[in-house]
Every structure is written in structure tokens, then in C-alpha cells.
T-cell receptor, first 115, second 110 residues
Framework: KQEVTQIPAALSVPEGENLVLNCSFTDSAIYNLQWFRQDPGKGLTSLLLIQSSQREQTSGRLNASLDKSSGRSTLYIAASQPGDSATYLCAVRRLGGGATNKLIFGTGTLLAVQP | DVKVTQSSRYLVKRTGEKVFLECVQDMDHENMFWYRQDPGLGLRLIYFSYDVKMKEKGDIPEGYSVSREKKERFSLILESASTNQTSMYLC?????????FGNGTRLTVT
């Protein structure tokens, strides 16, 4: 059974710092991995999606990497800003299952960027 | 941009009531999903649908049912609400990847 873990559960950094969020999964047979951001009381916003054949994806100050063999993904945030404060979740889509696109979510990392 | 709209942001219902949570998407996506999110447990899949009138159980379907009469609308039904169904409910849609979420409905059952 696929399990997705995110450590740490919470992280506080000063503004301007570069930081890395971690995501681990137990079964390397994944179709893709997706990183989301969730603001308090809101839904999830998709940040980056990495296909299983890819090693990384970049969007602005965000860079996500994927190492399937070790069951790990990282989300790198450069030059953090207070507006980056949110909960960050990763989710893996299992191989197979047709077009059902079932995702397994981690429990998230709550990031606070201090001004 | 894909828009997934959940009809209510906050709901308060009494134990035993029948509750309908509505979700509409505007991008003609085949796949739609209902998740619930609880502290320490993350997001858990309740039901999903990959076509009109089609539905499949997710990981925690007990106490819930769903309806997909039209492609754009996916409803979650609590037949007889219980206090352990107090949660944040999130609807999502996709054509393949990535998943697009609504803003959530926070349901409190008293």
C-alpha cells in the first residue's frame, strides 16, 4: 500500500531564505507526483506536476525534483517571502487504474515565512 | 482557468439530517472526486466518478453516497449525518493530470 510522508510537519524560516520541503513515498511504481499549496480554510492549488519519466520541474521560484528509485521528491523554494506561508502537500498518482487518477496525499508541511 | 465551484463554504447540520454537498466544474472534465480533510489524517478519497452516472468507492465511502447525473456536477450525499462526519470536504476534477480543487466546504454536524 502506497504511503506518502512529509517531514517536517511544520517549518518556520526568515524571509529571503532558500528552503527545501521533503516528500517520501513507499512504492516507486508511480505515474506522477504533484505538489500543492493550501492556504488556511481554502482548497488546494496545484503548483508543479512531475511525470515519472522526469527528474524535475520549475515554475518561477519553485523547483520540484523526483527520484523514483529512492522514493523521494523535494520542493525547493528560492528567496522565500511571507506570501509563501501556507501548507504544502505532495501527492502521488499510482500506476494503473485507468483514467481514474487517484492520488495519495501526504499530510503536508506547514510553512511560515517570517518578515 | 479551470473553475471548480463548491456551493457552500460553511454548513452546519444536525445529526441525522440528509446533507447534500454540490460541486460544479466548467472544463468538461471526465473525472471528479470528493475528498475529506482532517487534521493529522490528510486528504482521504471518499468517492470518485470517471463519467456521467459512473461512480467508484474511494478509501472511506462508508456513510456517503454520490450522484453524477450531468458531466459538470458531482454531488456528495450524507444520508444521515453524524458528528464524525464533521470535516472539510474538497471536490476536485481532472481530465488526466493535474487535479483542480474547489475551495472546500467546512461541514459541522452537531
Amino acid at each position: 500500500k502506497q504511503e506518502v510522508t512529509q517531514i517536517p510537519a511544520a517549518l518556520s524560516v526568515p524571509e529571503g531564505e532558500n528552503l527545501v520541503l521533503n516528500c517520501s513515498f513507499t512504492d516507486s511504481a508511480i505515474y506522477n507526483l504533484q505538489w500543492f499549496r493550501q492556504d488556511p480554510g481554502k482548497g488546494l492549488t496545484s503548483l508543479l506536476l512531475i511525470q515519472s519519466s522526469q527528474r524535475e520541474q520549475t515554475s518561477g521560484r519553485l523547483n520540484a525534483s523526483l527520484d523514483k528509485s529512492s522514493g523521494r521528491s523535494t520542493l525547493y523554494i528560492a528567496a522565500s517571502q511571507p506570501g509563501d506561508s501556507a501548507t504544502y502537500l505532495c501527492a502521488v498518482r499510482r500506476l494503473g487504474g485507468g483514467a481514474t487518477n487517484k492520488l495519495i496525499f501526504g499530510t503536508g508541511t506547514l510553512l511560515a515565512v517570517q518578515p | 482557468d479551470v473553475k471548480v465551484t463548491q456551493s457552500s463554504r460553511y454548513l452546519v447540520k444536525r445529526t441525522g439530517e440528509k446533507v447534500f454537498l454540490e460541486c460544479v466544474q466548467d472544463m468538461d472534465h471526465e473525472n471528479m472526486f470528493w475528498y475529506r480533510q482532517d487534521p493529522g489524517l490528510g486528504l482521504r478519497l471518499i468517492y470518485f466518478s470517471y463519467d456521467v452516472k459512473m461512480k467508484e468507492k474511494g478509501d472511506i465511502p462508508e456513510g456517503y453516497s454520490v450522484s453524477r447525473e450531468k458531466k459538470e456536477r458531482f454531488s456528495l450525499i450524507l444520508e444521515s449525518a453524524s458528528t464524525n462526519q464533521t470535516s472539510m470536504y474538497l471536490c476536485a476534477s481532472s481530465v488526466n493530470s493535474p487535479l483542480h480543487f474547489g475551495n472546500g466546504t467546512r461541514l459541522t454536524v452537531t
